[in-house]
């Protein structure tokens, strides 16, 4: 069958294309922290989340627990849940002052005035980054995408404590230490929620806890580098918030990095 | 792990302390069986707690110092009694509240521990404190007196109880009499395996059912539990100030629980992650080696595929179906009626036969065709088929399935590209037509037993059973059991309960003790899609043990929908006592008809159904059931006719019962569709008993439970 020639040169502009889009799909992903060989590198596609890592050489004393993948993907999600917490933490600030609460008001602030110093990350949490573990799991290798970098923190020897309280505090880790008992070294505000706190391992992985003799929960030991986020009281916030407020908050703050900036 | 969650069983079953309960609630989905002993009281107790607020339990007590009855029937057997209870907490504990729940002890029995309460209580670190005032049997000190008399007159006394009090519904006992006072203290230990309780009885024992009537020293009791493991507590308690006694408590969660790993189960073909999108690639046998083989080259070596097992991929009208269909029936357990093709979808209809999740078959099917078709087939569906009824489409999108397969995309996101239709004649093109399997049979070894008459105890039987089916084609077929006496002790079954209404259930004994040879069902049964969504089924022959005749049913069931409306008539003629061909006088019509409704609160499905009884009584039976994502459920129903109360019912009032249906599925170390239903009815009467019909369009039609595909998607890739 014979065909025009205006097909035959289609044919080959789309087998041109075709073949720059292939190369287009390479991909750029970095890594960063304790790894020798920082910077970013490009990989073929369907490269997986070993390739980079192994490619990282991550060092031995890498923190694994609180290594980090960035995905730019994610970043407009975190930026509308940061935009979200930052708004309804206005909220609280303006409907605590009208109605003579000033203890929420001021915690409300001070926690926005921190709060909107964090940075939105692209984090992805709760995944396992470990090289080794990644090579053997090919359930959490996952493919990575254009733009993806990890982050091997330094392990870290504080807790943070965050929220309703009076200040934001770093304290010391204690091993095997109940994540209640943080709490002494940095009293909670007026403001806070006497029942529960949110426990945030430095994988980013959040853990609601109940903490008041009614409701306790079993302890729950935290990592070096893990958050405690002390939420508002739920009663008190509950006319101007969505209900979501603290979740989304705790939620937030998942995303940050260990050892990185945003440290109180 | 909440700590509030290791709340234990009291000796009545139920949560609580020791004689008494507290408002407290078990882990949803937990199960309980409760031995307890206080002299001279034995309790066999299950619980259930099907919703987060809600615990049901079931018990037989054993009074070991008193004769069941007359020593000429039931000779040296100590008197059995039966019991339901029910308990549901009205509010959930807060900061400054107390939890608070209402309860029911021996609701519509013999009421011999009739009582209803209400309870509170409130925790204080490892501490947890309960006071309740109770009426009846758990308050029978009657501190105070009843503040409900403000009301009426009739609040202040409590008529009596005991096993005469028979053909009254008990609520007309309902929280009168005076009520006293219980509560205690549970303490949970630092150590995770004791916990202890002290407890103030608010029964005094003067007035103890049967005149039965024991000495108490002290109302506080004493007890600590020992947590053996994560299923069993041994509680050793001091009661009354005088007597010690023991409970040992065994429990799982079946909501939660996970079946054994499926290693008797064939694995699931392996895939080459090879497969590609249609529109990309050219179609014909010839496609994609050049592709293919680079694929594979980048693949890690362990997962090379060695180059024999890597199938040929052919166009569909090149492969070998019969060999297909073999293989879906080895590894995904798919009985197959036919293969079609529409397009590039290929369309396997069958019925499945072994895989409890249609996600799990759907994705062993989707291997299956992904190793051996080409490109030109990208997506796959399965038809489930039940007894010649099409139910439901499951379509799984090829690509995308293999993405999964090679995490190359989560779950949520392959969600997207999977999807149940409903099933619909298009226009087809069909690859292959299974033949017709004309006979099938087996023989099986089986038990039941008869629980708590006044006989023995347990009244058991092991029988052989051979059974077999004749397919006059897909919708039409013949079947029948034959049951074989192995080992009884029916020699000890004496007792015909009294009835005063036709013997429709109450002659259960000579059923059983007739015949060692029983033929308990044949039957020819006939089913038809009537329309879309609209089921119908003829059947006629033995149709149970007891009775022989006729009938038919249809079922409204729409796609996607959480309701159903069905209903069945039947003729039916009692069997003679030998389960053989013979037949008896009594006949009747009987049937139902029945609303379905998922109402989508804690997947609680509720099921009523209105119409004629064996018994030639009119009435409603109301069954409520909670179903688990791994399909377990927990239920109870109960059938008030024109026969129930004072208007010839009996014992017990009226019909009721408690159950729990658990797939095999959880307990095998292989897949299985078929499921063990533990039901506990306290009486066996004549009123409000219906046809056990080896056949229900419901259940047939049960792969249109949507939810229960989507809950478990995840089993698509194992």
Known sequence: ??????????????????????????????????????????????????????????????????????????????????????????????????????DLGVAAAAFHAWITTLPVTGRRTSVVLDPDRLEVSAADNWPIEEGDALFYPRRPSTIRIVGAVGKPCSVPHVALQDARRYLVQCPASVAADPDMIFVIQPDGSVFPQNIAAWNRDPPRVLAPGAWIYVPFNRKAIAGVTDGQFNEDAAAFISTQLVGAEGSP | MHAQEYYTQSDFGGVGLLQTPTARMAQEGEFSFVLSRTTPYTNYNVSMQPIPWLEGSFRYTNVSNRLYGARSLSGSQTYKDKSIDVKARLFQETRWTPAVAFGVRDVGGTGLFSSEFLVASKRAGRFDFSLGLGWGYIGNRGDISNPLSIISDRFNTRPASGTGATGALSINKFLRGRPGFFGGVEYHSPWDWLVLKAELDGNDYKHQPQSNNQPQRSPINLGAVFRLNGNADLTLGYERGNVATAALNLHANLATHVGPEKSFDPPPEPVSFTSTPVTTLPTGPSQGTGKQAADVASMPPGAMPEAASVPQRKAPEQVDWAQVAKTLQANAGINVTNIRRRGSELVIQG??????????????????????????????????????????????????????????????????????????????????????????????????????????????????????TFNFSRHVWLDGVISVNIANNYDKFKYDAPSNLPRVRTNVRQYLTSSDITMPNLQLTGTRKLGQDLYGMAYAGMLESMYAGAGGEVLYRPFGEHWAVGGDINWVKARGFDQDFSLRKYHVITGQATGYLDTGFHNVTLAVSVGRYLAGDWGTTVDVSRQFANGTRMGAYFTVTDKSGSSGYGEGSFDKGIYVSIPFDALLPNSSRNRATLMWQPLVRDGGARLNKRYTLYTMTNDLDTDQFDENLGKISQ
């Open chain 1, 1 to 102: 069958m014979r065909r025009p020639a205006w097909v035959m040169v289609a044919c080959a502009v789309a087998a041109l294309l075709a073949a720059s889009a292939s190369a287009e799909d390479a991909l750029r992903a970095s890594a960063s922290g304790e790894v020798r060989q920082a910077g970013s590198a490009v990989y073929s596609p369907g490269a997986r989340l070993a390739d980079l890592a192994l490619a990282a050489r991550v060092n031995p004393d890498a923190y694994m627990a609180g290594a980090a993948w960035l995905r730019p993907s994610l970043h407009e999600a975190q930026v509308r849940l940061k935009a979200g917490v930052v708004f309804e933490l206005g909220v609280i600030r303006m409907d605590a002052l009208t109605h003579g609460k000033e």
């Open chain 2, 351 to 468: 019925e499945q036969e072994r895989f409890f999740y249609t996600a799990e078959a759907a994705g062993r099917a989707t291997r299956i065709v992904d190793n051996r078709v080409d490109s030109s087939i990208d997506w796959v569906t399965v038809t489930s088929e039940r007894n010649g009824l099409s139910t439901v489409d499951t379509s799984v999108h090829r690509p995308r399935f293999i993405e999964l397969l090679n995490h190359q995309i989560d779950l949520p996101t392959f969600r997207r590209s999977v999807e149940q239709d409903p099933v619909t004649s298009r226009d087809e093109e069909v690859l292959y037509n299974a033949p017709l399997k004309r006979f099938t049979g087996g023989t099986a070894l089986g038990y039941q037993q008869n629980l708590g008459g006044p006989d023995a105890f347990v009244l058991y039987q092991v029988y052989g059973a051979g059974y077999g």
